[in-house]
């Protein structure tokens, strides 16, 4: 031995070694000099025979104790920890059976349930089938326990021999106590609380993707090809269609479009381009009283019978929506789209009203002063919007114009937020003299508003009396 070598020796080292002992030395200093050679192992160690460390540090620098794994299940354990794997949430969602249960999608079409009927995780992989953890199970389990206490996440982590459980806590206890939507928000992940029809999925996508239709077209309009003949409106019907498959077979990215397209961005536009349609509407009456039927091909121009269709039309999509959106938040049970369908009524009245007023501001014969030649109606239904809209008979099947599908909003909403502008139509429309069923059924929408602000007085007076004896 030499000098150098006898100056690192202990005492320990200097005690006499055994054959055995001397023998394990040689095989030790021979592995410093060949690391590529394999070095020879003591099969009484569990852990210098295993291909894995006992100890694990995963990606978010958690520390866990894998010594209790044979070595199949301490790789499973360390591709799942580590980042050294191509896992990827899809979606997750939750369901109540006898208790929560929570199902997340992964790709390659795999699914993690916890909790509900299973005491442990279960993964449609197949590795799990021997009722040990399959590196799904480990990878959902480092992200349950990234959003644990630190006074837990900074110890060594202990894992259950079948790498079921963290510290003894069941995956799907974890869940409920850190809430599912907070976990999804951390690591970005989609919910989707109910696994909808296809056919649901695609009339959705369609609702949500018209936004975008080039030729302006609303969400009902825009599954008509009829409706919208353009080269540019089938090249967006055929992107619609190639994106409704991969979304259908792939909820995570449906999921994606609902949050990037939510209920409120959809209802912004569907009232954007309501109120330019009537905004051209009232526009093209202009330009045609100004321009007759002769108008330049380009610009859009209606005569009063077109106009008063189209306002209808406007009235009936308006009416429409509202509804629709209802019945869906009725469905859904969820505070969220109540809150949606306020905004929606809120938005709708607003349409209505400007409408209502436009309309209220033309009681003439437009075609008085025409300087375009041609023989005009005579007929005030056909010269006059307001005539044609609010002064036919009131056995018209089309009901009181704009006026019935106001009332069928939410009154409290209406007034609330509309109040000094109804009242100000109020006496537009009383100058114009319409009929009194009309004018009626206006009043009475705005002396409900009258009624409660009496009754509210009316208690609050009562209050202080009995608070002054």
Not at 126 to 154: D, R, V, Y
Request: charged fraction near 30%; charge should be negative; include cysteine.
């Amino acid at each position: 031995m030499s000098a150098k070598a006898l100056s690192k020796l202990s005492l320990g080292d200097t005690m006499v070694m055994t054959r055995a002992q001397a023998s394990a030395a040689r095989a030790r200093t021979s592995s410093l000099h060949t690391p590529q050679q394999s070095p020879r192992q003591s099969p009484s160690s569990s852990e210098a025979s295993s291909p894995t460390s006992s100890l694990i540090e995963s990606t978010y620098g958690l520390k866990y104790n894998v010594s209790a794994f044979d070595d199949d299940v301490r790789k499973r354990a360390k591709i799942g920890l580590m980042d050294d794997n191509e896992i990827k949430m899809k979606y997750c969602r939750r369901s109540t059976d006898d208790r929560m249960k929570y199902t997340f999608y992964i790709d390659d079409d795999i699914t993690v349930a916890m909790g509900g009927s299973y005491t442990v995780p279960k993964c449609s992989c197949g590795a799990n089938e021997g009722g040990k953890a399959c590196k799904h199970i480990f990878w959902m389990l480092n992200q349950l326990t990234e959003m644990a206490p630190e006074h837990i996440k900074s110890r060594t982590l202990e894992l259950a021999v079948d790498g079921s459980r963290v510290q003894d806590f069941e995956p799907s206890i974890m869940i409920d106590r850190i809430k599912l939507d907070e976990l999804a928000d951390n690591f970005d992940w989609p919910v989707h609380n109910q696994s909808p029809e296809a056919r649901d999925v695609q009339d959705d996508i369609a609702d949500m993707l018209s936004v975008f239709e080039p030729s302006g077209a609303l969400p009902a309009e825009a599954k008509d090809a009829s409706l919208c003949p353009s080269e540019r409106s089938q090249k967006f019907r055929e992107f619609r269609d190639l994106f409704t498959r991969y979304a259908t077979e792939n909820l995570g990215m449906y999921i994606r479009l609902r949050e990037l397209l939510d209920p409120e961005f959809q209802t912004q536009v569907f009232f954007e381009k309501i109120d330019d349609r009537t905004t051209r509407a009232f526009r093209g009456l202009e330009e045609y009283i100004a321009h007759g039927p002769t108008a330049d091909a380009h610009t859009e121009c209606y005569d009063i019978v077109t106009c008063a269709e189209k306002l209808k039309a406007l009235v009936k999509a308006i009416g429409d929506y509202y509804h629709q959106k209802a019945e869906e938040a009725e469905e859904a049970e969820d505070d969220e789209d109540d809150e949606d369908t306020e905004d929606i009524a809120i938005r709708a009245a607003a349409a209505l009203i400007n409408i209502l007023d436009g309309v209220a501001s033309r009681n003439r014969d437009a075609y008085a002063n025409i300087t375009w030649g041609g023989l005009p109606p005579v007929e005030p239904a056909m010269n006059n919007l307001f005539a044609n809209l609010i002064g036919a008979p009131t056995g018209d099947d089309d009901g009181l114009f704009v006026l019935d599908t106001l009332k069928a909003l939410p009154h409290e909403d209406v007034l609330r937020n509309h109040w000094a502008v109804l009242l100000d139509l109020n006496e537009k429309l009383a100058q114009q003299w319409p009929p009194p069923v009309y004018m009626d059924a206006f009043c009475a929408i705005t002396q409900e508003r009258r009624k409660r602000a009496a009754s509210e007085t009316s208690e609050t007076a009562g209050h202080a009396k009995r608070t002054m004896q």
